[in-house]
């Protein structure tokens, strides 16, 4: 019974022996270790994180002193997986000689406060920018009709260069805008194989792109289906991909790779999820600048000669409307985009 409760607690949870070795962990802390149960199951902390003898340091602490103890913010350093900032509460158990080692997530928290402002900055802005594309689309149609009244009335043909040149540029500014104001349409829900879409992507970036370009798939075949509007998904999906694959013109063996996992106990928008579908877009290329980093998702923002910045907008926006959330971490040759969409019905 107790075992059941603790697999059930959203907070990780490690139980020790008296000689430190791992006895018992719950589904939160596989998914916060990135290590399954049964790897841990018998191990050391230096063996699963590689400062984990910092760790042990303060666990003999509080079992010498037989107290509970509780460090803030300490840095779990992974190998080879993203590393993660942690509350640490340690208790002694003495009757059964064991420890009890809690790991509260503050990375977790911190996101889900920033994810908080910057959705609610995005919200104004778009509603910001539907108002302004709104408001430029009325005086456009009347350039055109002018343009197109003014065109018949001409004798000299020659003059008809010009009023060509200013409808197909109004043409152009209309599309421009209908872009801005993003998918007209509500999602078509249905129940889908991510990967399909995903192949799907795949083979579009591999047609598009330079040859040298190698496209790596990292696909989890145990994936449920999930519940979106595959259409609108692959369009969101293949706009970041995209992105990635110009990011990479002139980088020496340039990779793509497409990755599909779960995440369990995950915060979306304030609402915590069971479970939710994660998709990694990553690219070796040079990296996004940081001088763009924080406005990344906002319209018209890109350092791509001839971009219009409007592809991850209308990404983040169609990912929103399946109630998920996109994000991206960016360093030279490691950038990732992730996409969060739960695996319950919005």
Known sequence: MNDWILGNL?????????????????????????????????????????NGSDLLNTISD?????????????????PGKDNV??????????????ILVEFIP???????????????????????????????????GGIKGSAQLLAKELSDAGLEEFTDIIIEETDRLTALVDRMLGPNTLPQMRST????????IARLIEIEADQSLTVVRDYDPSLPEVSIDPEL???????VARNAMQCLEGTPHPTLTLTTRIERQF???????????????????????????????????????????????????IISQHGGMIEFSSQPRDTTFRTYIPLETP
């Open 10 to 50: 959203s907070t990780a949870i490690l139980l020790l022996d008296d000689r430190m070795r791992v006895v018992f962990t719950n589904p939160a802390a596989e998914n916060l270790l990135q290590e399954s149960s049964a790897h841990m199951q018998g191990r050391c902390l230096t063996d699963i994180l590689l």
């Open 62 to 78: 509080a079992v010498t002193t037989n107290q509970l103890y509780t460090r803030r913010k300490m840095l779990l350093v992974l």
């Open 85 to 98: 900032t942690a509350d640490i509460t340690v208790t002694p158990i003495t009757e059964a000689d064991q």
């Open 106 to 140: 503050m990375d977790r928290y911190l996101r889900i406060d920033r994810d908080a402002a910057i959705h609610e900055h995005h919200d104004v802005t778009r509603q910001m920018v539907r108002g302004l594309a709104h408001e430029i689309k009325n005086p456009l």
């Open 193 to 200: 194989n991510i990967h399909e879409v995903m192949e799907k």
């Open 233 to 239: 998904m692959l369009q969101a999906l293949l706009n």
């Open 267 to 317: 915060t979306i928008n304030g609402k915590l999820h069971t479970v939710v579908l994660r998709v990694d877009i990553n690219d070796n290329g040079p990296g996004i600048h940081e001088d763009i980093q924080e406005h990344l998702f906002f319209p018209m923002i890109t350092r791509r000669p001839g971009g219009t910045g409007m592809g991850l907008t209308f990404a983040q926006s």
